[in-house]
């Protein structure tokens, strides 16, 4: 059974960093591309970052700049650092991860919030 876990998450100032952390177990099956997702209150789950096999990195336009993500692969295991953190980066943080063959899972989120 595929288990996806996110830590990282917290209570900081505007201004200040956060690093979120993801690990993804349980499928023998290849990882093509592991992401981070956020959702507001009252807000549809929006793309933050993704890395797909072969360095294909995206990012939403409104952290390019701010946050990076990284992957190890050989753990199974993409972190998302935050620097310059708004009161509008407050969300669920929702890591995402699409397996070759297997599909897609998402971890249960871990809450950002961001103080002003």
């Known amino acids: 059974q595929v288990q996806v876990v996110e830590s990282g998450g917290g209570l900081v100032q505007t201004g200040e960093s956060l690093r979120l952390s993801c690990a993804a177990s349980?499928?023998?099956?290849?990882?093509?591309?592991m992401g981070w997702y956020r959702q507001a209150p009252g807000k549809q789950r929006e793309l933050v970052a993704s890395?797909?096999?072969?360095?294909?990195?995206n990012y939403a336009d409104s952290v390019k700049g701010r946050f990076t993500i990284s992957r190890d692969s050989g753990k199974n295991t993409v972190y998302l650092q935050m620097n310059s953190l708004k009161p509008e980066d407050t969300a669920v943080y929702y890591c995402?991860?699409?397996?070759?063959?297997?599909?897609?899972?998402w971890g249960p989120g871990t809450q950002v919030t961001v103080a002003s």
């Open positions: 890395n797909a096999n072969g360095g294909n990195t």
């Open positions: 349980g499928s023998s099956y290849p990882i093509y591309s």
């Open positions: 995402n991860v699409l397996y070759f063959v297997s599909g897609e899972y």
